[in-house]
């Protein structure tokens, strides 16, 4: 059977999984569609998507079924829980999860769907609700190879580029690395936007200097104007979203048993922005408020 004639359910349709989710359908995927907000579900349905109201009525019979979702945790429960969603699936079925989940988490939850006949790739992604929406993003792949053979040619249609970061978990290990890399690239741009225009100098020199010297990166590149010089503050990724990707981080460099002070340095600034009621349920971006404050 050729892969777009294979069922497919989609769970997770935020801000991440509707556009992934619709350029499938793009595509002529036929994809049926969960999330427990039924307003996104209409419209899905109006994209040309079929939008089930419970979990267990779009999983059923289904060949492959897609996560994205906040957390593994969620993933976990989604599959496993009380009701066992997973086992309406069709014995054999191929899990495809592009949330951000803890690699241990994952190599667990796979171990589990395997002895049942299931299987899991791991395949998150970066790049934002942007390159999500052009099928632009970096997308990491974990997993046994005929698993990802058959997960690939779905993949390769949603990004520029796909990785094969080898076992199971390794791609949610390294999407955790990927984000702690950026969290810190993001708050050392704020740092010095912070310090610079304190001591006189114009935010937009400090960002064009900072993107033709050894300093840019991407924040430099794609955040500081767009977003926070511009008061939007609207990427798309959740601050609390950022420190759960750091603090998956923090457990990889524990479960290996390393000890590295940037990591944790770097949890620590961010959970302690979202601990701040102002900043809960804030874009990531307005990491710079909180630096700001705090100075």
Request: glycine fraction near 10%; hydrophobic fraction near 40%; charge should be positive.
């Amino acid at each position: 059977m050729h892969i777009k004639n294979k069922k497919m359910t989609f769970i997770g349709l935020g801000k991440m999984g509707f556009p992934i989710a619709n350029n499938l359908i793009k595509l002529n995927y036929k994809i049926n569609g969960f999330d427990i907000d039924p307003k996104i579900g209409k419209k899905f349905e109006k994209n040309g998507g079929t939008s089930l109201s419970t979990l267990r009525k779009a999983i059923s019979n289904s060949d492959i079924i897609i996560t994205m979702l906040p957390d593994g945790k969620i993933v976990n429960e989604v599959l496993l829980g009380k009701n066992q969603n997973v086992f309406k699936a069709r014995l054999g079925a191929l899990i495809i999860d592009m949330s951000s989940s803890n690699p241990f988490g994952t190599i667990t939850l796979g171990e589990k769907l395997k002895k049942r006949g299931y299987s899991l790739v791991d395949a998150p992604v970066s790049g934002g609700v942007k390159r999500a929406t052009n099928a632009s993003m970096a997308i990491m792949i974990g997993g046994e190879k005929k698993d990802k053979k058959i997960a690939k040619k779905i993949l390769q249609n949603l990004g520029r580029s796909v990785f094969d970061t080898g076992f199971l978990g390794s791609a949610h290990a390294m999407k955790a690395l990927n984000n702690y890399v950026s969290a810190c690239g993001l708050v050392a741009a704020c740092e010095a936007l912070i310090v610079g225009k304190k001591f006189g100098i114009k935010d937009q020199t400090i960002i064009d200097v900072l993107n033709t010297s050894t300093g840019k990166n991407n924040s430099t590149e794609t955040k500081m104007k767009e977003f926070i010089l511009s008061g939007k503050f609207s990427s798309g990724f959740d601050m609390k979203l950022m420190a759960k990707d750091l603090f998956t981080a923090l457990d990889l460099v524990k479960g290996v048993e390393l000890n590295l002070a940037g990591i944790k340095t770097a949890s620590e600034i961010w959970s302690r922005a979202t601990r701040l009621k102002e900043f809960s349920d804030s874009d990531h971006t307005e990491i710079f408020k909180y630096l700001s404050k705090i100075s």
